[in-house]
């Protein structure tokens, strides 16, 4: 039996349990080892007049303190447009934004020079919502549009028209670790860089730039990161640019790890977004028009957000063929830290965005949501272009909601619901269905590239390092699955190795769900020209037996750790004894596999293209339950039925799944950032900021996989799987919708993104009386 497909546990499962998987702040310290630490802006907007370090300086333990004047390279960068400050030199933009870098030998010590360090600043106004960026114009980038057909002659004839604008909030992307970076100083001022990153690559550059580095004198190392979830992927850098800067500075070891409140303080997080749209439709809620503004919440410099827009716009569709539809999109610029990667990367945004649209034609038509989904929906054979002019090809949509309705007993459950809501005077119930449709592939070009170097040891074993990085998803273990397989040798015999710089040059960041995808086909390419190697010597090995056989390298066979000639498969030799017998004719028994994702395109400027590889599909249906009383709400079941292909590792793929639903719905839901008026972030640690717990897991929660093996264009036949899931968490919030609507008697509901408790009564109390009022005393 294949190795691919199967339950292999991820291989840190054990360390993960046992502590003894190493992490950056394991990493034992070295002697002379240096804490790295940072003071920032205490204002979101302000301008520098000076810093005092003087006083601090004489601070026992204080060995360096550093601003932008001690950069030797250049103190500008970003991932696409570089318009970021490692340090700030004039102007802060957001509240914490470093100023100075410290060096001490204790925590007592760099907690002493934080306080002697004198900073002054002049406080300028600062601008925090999208309203007010738009109403002065503040805005990254260019304005964006994806057209198809005309939307303005279909408004002026359609019977049936909403309108309205969506608001959703930011998100913590809440990793367990917190940014970490360990920089060692080397010989001819070179780095070696330890980093929970999910793109050493941009480390290596950035750190090289703003330290006035060659990119060939800094290595970055990442073993794994305690989660990363897009929060590692732009913006690990800055912390471990400050280390390096420290090593370079004082030739010490420096660490910089930062604590959970300053990590969440100074970070980016998921994209507020607000948007106004204009929908036409006729009376059986077939969309003929769409039209929407998308506005994000940028933060103060543009770090992915552009990209993060572009994901949001290609994501407008959802699920349905828009035969006229107007996407346009705009990032604004605001002095909160800049906004970064969040798993599903603007696609959750956009694609929720279309589905409140779709609750709002069901509400006002009087229909079922789910019908207005189903006439929609994607066809197999035609309405399957996408506004941007990408075909899709064997599209599953409309036979995982047919299954997930029946298999979710849906259409029972909705009229149980309707029953219930017109008993209950306590509670309310909702049920709702959502789709999933998810681009796979980066939108930009030049990332969908991957290598991957394999080496062969005279033992048999295999060692394996790509550029893709492990933060939990199960990289490694599927990497090590698909090598295992290319030589049909065991499991255990293959290594993952530390994903580094000095092994995989050039990376991409292990994002947009393609780790997999790119590295473990870079490590199939890299196999294959190893076994075309073997087997060409296989060939000559096995016809030089007195069998007469000819030598033909076709018909060699890899098959449980033996290779044989097809013709002669009694004459088969271990794996391990034959790489022995190769090495010694000095046949090569290492190769780098390099592979490029085929056929993907996108044109920015005509909002046309190909930018997808293929799509993740899935749906959700979700049962809640909101008492009255209190707005609480509880899932009470939820069904998911997701399209990933062959799957390489069922176990991996379902925690993927369920974690992944998860965290959308707790983007939906209970997590809310509040900000004060000044700028701080007043949910800056757990007991402010409410992720899901265990007790908000469905009480009933089915998750299967829809079986397809058409996806030949992936390795394996797989689908990504990382980022997709997300989506489907928002099917709990179209149900607290439903659930509005059921109490609503026809006006228009008013929920954004979260729906927290709060929202969800005072959304209920726009209708009814809620059976206690709650008084305002007065002392
Ligand atoms: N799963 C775990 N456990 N931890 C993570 O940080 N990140 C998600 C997803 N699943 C993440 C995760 C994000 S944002 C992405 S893009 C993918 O994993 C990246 O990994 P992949 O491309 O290998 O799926
Ligand atoms: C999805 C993604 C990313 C993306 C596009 C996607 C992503 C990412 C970038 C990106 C774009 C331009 C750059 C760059 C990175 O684009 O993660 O360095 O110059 O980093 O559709 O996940
Ligand atoms: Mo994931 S948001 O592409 O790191």
Redesign the pocket.
């Known amino acids: 039996m294949s190795i691919i497909g199967k339950n292999i546990p991820h291989d840190s499962a054990i360390g993960h349990v046992t502590g003894e998987s190493v992490f950056i702040d394991d990493m034992p310290f070295a002697k002379n080892e240096l804490i790295v630490d940072f003071v920032g802006s205490p204002y979101a907007h302000g301008e520098l007049i000076s810093v005092d370090t003087s006083e601090a300086e004489k601070i026992e333990g204080i060995i360096g303190l550093y601003t932008y004047k001690d950069l030797d390279g250049i103190n500008k960068f970003g ?2 447009i570089q318009d970021e400050h490692l340090l700030v030199e004039h102007t802060a933009t957001f509240m914490g934004e470093p100023i100075v870098v410290i060096a001490g030998e204790t925590r007592q010590a760099i907690a002493k020079a934080k306080k002697a360090i004198k900073i002054v600043m002049k406080e300028l106004e600062p601008v925090f919502t999208i309203d007010e960026a738009i109403k002065r114009e503040q805005y990254i980038g260019v304005p964006r549009f994806i057209i198809r057909g005309d939307v303005q002659s279909v408004f002026k004839t359609s019977e049936h028209i909403l309108e309205g604008t969506f608001i959703n909030g930011g998100q913590e992307q809440f990793y367990l670790e917190s940014q970490a970076s360990i920089a060692y100083p080397g010989e001819d001022n070179t780095l070696v860089i330890h980093s929970s990153t999910q ?1 050493p690559s ?1 480390i290596v550059q950035v750190a090289a730039s703003i330290l006035g580095l060659q990119q060939n004198q800094v290595i970055c190392i990442t073993k794994r990161m305690g989660g990363g979830f ?1 929060g590692k ?2 913006q690990a850098c800055h912390f471990a640019v400050m280390a390096g800067l420290v090593a370079l500075k004082t030739k010490r070891p420096a660490r910089a790890v930062l604590n959970k409140d300053t990590d969440m303080m100074v970070t980016g997080k998921r994209h507020p977004f607000q948007n106004n749209y204009k929908v036409a439709f006729d009376k059986n809620g077939m969309i003929t028009a769409l039209k929407v503004d998308l506005f994000s919440n940028g933060g103060a410099a543009a770090d ?1 957000s552009t ?2 827009l ?2 949001a716009m ?1 994501h407008s569709d959802s699920a349905y063929y828009l035969p006229n539809v107007e996407i346009n999109g705009r990032v604004c610029k605001t002095n909160l830290p800049p906004n970064t ?1 969040f798993r599903g ?2 696609g959750p945004q956009g694609t929720l965005n279309t589905e409140n649209i779709i609750e709002e034609i069901a509400h006002y038509l009087k229909k079922d949501a789910y019908e207005i989904r189903r006439i929609n929906c994607y066809g197999v054979n035609d309405r399957n272009i996408t506004p941007y002019g990408q075909i899709i090809h064997n599209n599953v949509l409309p036979e995982i909601f047919d299954e997930l309705i029946y298999s979710s007993d849906y259409t029972e459950r909705l009229e149980a619901v309707k029953e219930f809501n017109s008993v209950s005077k306590t509670h309310l119930k909702g049920i709702s269905l959502s789709p999933v449709k998810f ?1 796979i ?4 070009k ?2 969908n590239q991957g290598s991957a170097l394999v080496n062969i040891y005279l033992d048999g074993t295999v060692q394996v390092s790509t550029g893709g990085t492990e933060m939990g998803q199960g990289l490694n273990t599927k990497i090590r699955q698909i090598v295992a397989d290319e030589f049909s040798i065991d499991y255990e015999t293959v290594r993952i190795m530390a994903t580094s710089t000095e092994k995989n040059n050039n990376t ?2 292990t ?4 780790g997999t995808d790119i590295n473990g086909s870079a490590a199939v390419v890299a196999c294959q020209a190893i076994r075309d190697r073997l087997s060409e010597f296989a060939a000559q090995y096995f016809s030089s037996f007195e069998n007469g056989i000819t030598k033909a390298k076709e018909h060699i066979v890899f098959k449980d750790n033996y290779i044989f000639d097809n013709r002669l498969p009694d004459n088969k030799i271990a794996f391990k004894d034959f790489v022995v017998l190769a090495y010694r004719e000095r046949v090569s028994l290492g190769e780098r596999g390099f592979y490029q994702t085929p056929g993907v395109d996108f044109n920015r400027d005509t909002g046309k293209g190909n ?1 997808f590889l293929y799509f993740t599909n899935g749906a959700a249906v979700s049962e809640v339950l909101i008492d009255k009383f209190t707005g609480e709400l509880k899932v009470l079941r939820s069904d998911i039925l997701i399209d990933i292909g062959e799957s390489i590792n069922v176990g991996i793929d379902r925690g993927q799944v369920i974690g992944g639903f998860i965290q959308g719905m707790g983007w939906v839901t209970g997590e809310e950032l509040k900000y004060n008026e000044k700028g701080y972030l007043l949910s800056h640690s757990p007991t402010t900021y409410k992720i899901p717990n265990i007790t908000d897991v469905p009480d009933i929660f089915n998750v299967n996989f829809f079986k397809n093996d058409t996806n030949i264009v992936n390795v394996k036949k797989s689908k990504a799987v990382g ?1 997709p899931p997300l989506l489907l968490g928002i099917s709990v919030w179209t149900a607290v919708k439903h659930a509005l609507s059921c109490v609503s008697s026809g006006k228009r509901i008013n929920l954004s993104v979260p729906a927290t408790n709060e929202e969800i009564i005072m959304a209920i109390d726009q209708f009814e009386e809620i059976p206690i009022k709650i008084k305002v005393l007065e002392y």
């Open positions: 991932p696409i793109h941009e897009g992927e732009s992915l990209s993060i572009e994901r290609l990667a990367f603007g681009g592939s980066f939108t930009t030049f990332l991409s960041p994002a947009a769900s393609s930018p980022e």
